[in-house]
């Protein structure tokens, strides 16, 4: 059975970095194709995709917030890592995190149930 | 960034009915479209991808089609479980990006 599990700070202050982590079950970060990837939702708004890392490493970011992330993982624990750094108001939200098997497609065919997090003074 | 373009916003609909969604993109995506359902606290659940295909363990009543950058998620006979939230999203190229989403609600 696969699952992801998100996990975070719930609360910081702005201009601090946001730490995530994505833990997950049921396959292995290092198999081939498989990728996970970020997705944050601001309350009552839309989601929004924010960046993939794959089981070869490969990375990919959104570029409108492409220099304040950066996504990494450590495979024998089986987490996927997300940092937003200098977080404002506007980082607040639910983040999520998906898996992608690249070799049926693109898509995030399992989800975590998200980590909510407010930036807040 | 491809813009993919939701409506309705707001969808009323009796169990039983049948009801549609549809997506717009911006430019060709060929056929790479994904369906999710999100609801309260439940982890957001894939429908459809590759525009037409369904996921395993997604019931029948659940459809998806396209025509051209136009993409349509069907559901026949809804069910009291089929209420909440859908996303669309382009999976065609980088970066991904969503439909602003269609909230089903029981008429």
């Known amino acids: 059975q696969v699952t992801l599990k998100e996990s975070g700070p719930g609360i910081l202050q702005p201009s601090q970095t946001l730490s995530l982590a994505c833990t997950v079950s049921?396959?292995?970060?290092?198999?081939?194709?498989?990728?996970v990837g970020w997705i944050r939702q601001p309350s009552g708004k839309g989601l929004e995709w924010l960046a993939n890392i794959w089981w070869d490493d490969d990375k990919h970011y959104n570029p409108s917030l492409k220099n304040r992330l950066t996504i990494s993982m450590d495979t024998s624990n089986n987490q996927a890592f997300l940092t937003i750094t200098d977080v404002d108001t506007a980082d607040t939200g639910t983040y999520y995190c998906?898996?992608?098997?690249?070799?049926?497609?693109?898509?995030?065919?399992?989800w975590g149930q998200g980590v909510m997090v407010t930036v807040s003074s | 960034d491809v813009q993919m373009t939701q409506s309705p916003y707001n969808l009323a609909a009796s169990p039983g009915e049948t009801i549609s969604i549809n997506c717009k993109a911006s430019?060709?995506?060929?056929?790479?479209l994904a369906w999710y359902q999100q609801k309260p606290g439940k982890a957001n659940e894939l429908l459809i991808y590759?525009?037409?295909t369904l996921q395993s363990g997604i019931p029948s009543r659940f459809s998806g089609s396209r025509s051209g950058t136009d993409f349509t998620l069907t559901i026949r006979g809804l069910e009291p479980e089929d209420f909440g939230l859908y996303y669309c999203?382009?999976?065609?190229?980088?970066?991904?990006?969503f439909g602003s989403g269609t909230r089903l609600e029981i008429k």
């Open positions: 430019k060709s995506i060929s056929k790479y």
């Open positions: 998906g898996r992608i098997d690249r070799q049926v497609g693109y898509h995030f065919d399992h």
């Open positions: 049921g396959f292995s970060l290092t198999n081939y194709g498989m990728g």
């Open positions: 590759d525009g037409s």
């Open positions: 999203q382009q999976h065609n190229e980088y970066p991904f990006t």
